[in-house]
Every structure is written in structure tokens, then in C-alpha cells.
């Protein structure tokens, strides 16, 4: 199992760029990286997935070293709404669906 | 296109008792799968399934049951509800392994 590390809180301030790194040092070759974002009483909804390099999407990007052991998910200028726990999960086509575990997340607030 | 669907989404229950927590997606989806998130816990996968008539087990299915005899429908049985299986209970689903899932906006069930 491809286990993730993220830290539990971060905190930021409205128009700042945050950016929320993950570690996963046994992925596998096949896995890919996929972050969500949960708000309160809700399921969570997906951001964005990558294999390598760099993604982006009109919500965030996503950066993945050479090594595959992290990623960074960045969001540019935040705003209050972008206050929500954050999970990255790390699984793929040959490491088994049950394996697309997610953590405790890292709880991201936004303040004024 | 109503997406994930959920019902009910608030239940109590006495412990002992029995009841099935329904789960439908329009999208055509292929895989489909129930977590339960517990406070201060990240989402555990209890059970899932890869298409019509195919269900496996995932980290925490001790207590549920599923069965998938429709693309469509995916319900959570809980056999004899005890305590421990107070939570709020997410239905996910999605098209394939390489894409995100979308998840229902949950069951809170209290056990008495």
C-alpha cells in the first residue's frame, strides 16, 4: 500500500498562493496521484489527479518530482471558500481499488 | 443529471435493528463504493464493487453487506446496527480506475 503523509493543519490568508505537499515514499509505478477537497457535511469533491511533472486545472495545479515520493498541490490566491480538508490519495490501475485509502487530510483554514 | 444519490440523510436506529442506506448514480459508472467517515478520521472504504453482479471488501466491511444487481444501484445493508456504527456514510462512484470519484452527500446514522 502506498501510504501518504500530509500535515494535519495549515492556515493562510485570503489572495495568498498555499501550497500543501504530500509524501509517498513507496508509490508504485503504476499509481497515480489524485487530491479532493471536503467541506463540512459534504462528500468530498475531486481537484485533480497526475501521474508526473506538472498538472493544472482552472482550480489548482499539481507538481510531481522525478522520484514520484511527493507532490505539491497549489492553490493560487485563496479565498475564504477554499477553507476545507484537503486528501491526497495515491493508488492506480495495478495497485488494487481498496488501496484508494484516504488519510485524515490536512484541514486548510483561510482567514480574512 | 442528479449525480450521486444518497438516501436517507439522516437516520436513528436502535441497536440490533436493521436497514439498508440506498445509493443510486445516473452516470453510468462502473465502480462504485461506500466509505464511513468517523470525527477526526479520514474516509475508510467498506465495501465495493467493479460493475453489475461484482462486490468485494475493503477495509472495514465487518457488519454491511452489498450487492450490486444494477449499474445503477449500490445499497449498504447494515445487518444488526450496533454503537460503533454511528457515522456518516458516503456513497462514491466513477467511471473507470484513471478518473475522480463523485461522491453523494452522505447518510448520518445514529446507533442507540
Known amino acids: 500500500l502506498a501510504k501518504t503523509t500530509q500535515p494535519i493543519s495549515m492556515d493562510s490568508y485570503e489572495g495568498q498562493e498555499v501550497n500543501i505537499t504530500c509524501s509517498h515514499n513507496?508509490?508504485?509505478?503504476?499509481?497515480?496521484i489524485t487530491w479532493y477537497q471536503q467541506f463540512p457535511s459534504q462528500g468530498p469533491r475531486f481537484i485533480i489527479q497526475?501521474?508526473?511533472t506538472k498538472v493544472t486545472n482552472e482550480v489548482a495545479s499539481l507538481f510531481i518530482p522525478a522520484d514520484r515520493k511527493s507532490s505539491t498541490l497549489s492553490l493560487p490566491r485563496v479565498s475564504l471558500s477554499d477553507t476545507a480538508v484537503y486528501y491526497c490519495l495515491v493508488g492506480g490501475m495495478n495497485s488494487g481499488y481498496s488501496t484508494l485509502t484516504f488519510g485524515k487530510g490536512t484541514m486548510l483554514l483561510v482567514s480574512p | 443529471n442528479a449525480g450521486v444519490t444518497q438516501t436517507p440523510k439522516f437516520q436513528v436506529l436502535k441497536t440490533g435493528q436493521s436497514m439498508t442506506l440506498q445509493c443510486a448514480q445516473d452516470m453510468n459508472h462502473e465502480y462504485m463504493s461506500w466509505y464511513r467517515q468517523d470525527p477526526g478520521m479520514g474516509l475508510r472504504l467498506i465495501h465495493y464493487?467493479?460493475?453489475?453482479?461484482?462486490?468485494d471488501q475493503g477495509e472495514v466491511p465487518n457488519g454491511y453487506n452489498v450487492s450490486r444487481s444494477t449499474t445503477e444501484d449500490f445499497p449498504l445493508r447494515l445487518l444488526s446496527a450496533a454503537p460503533s456504527q454511528t457515522s456518516v456514510y458516503f456513497c462514491?462512484?466513477?467511471?473507470?480506475?484513471?478518473?475522480?470519484?463523485?461522491f453523494g452527500s452522505g447518510t448520518r446514522l445514529t446507533v442507540v
Open positions: 462514491a462512484s466513477r467511471r473507470d480506475i484513471g478518473y475522480g470519484y463523485t
Open positions: 464493487s467493479v460493475g453489475a453482479g461484482i462486490t
Open positions: 513507496n508509490i508504485a509505478t503504476n499509481d497515480y
Open positions: 497526475g501521474y508526473k
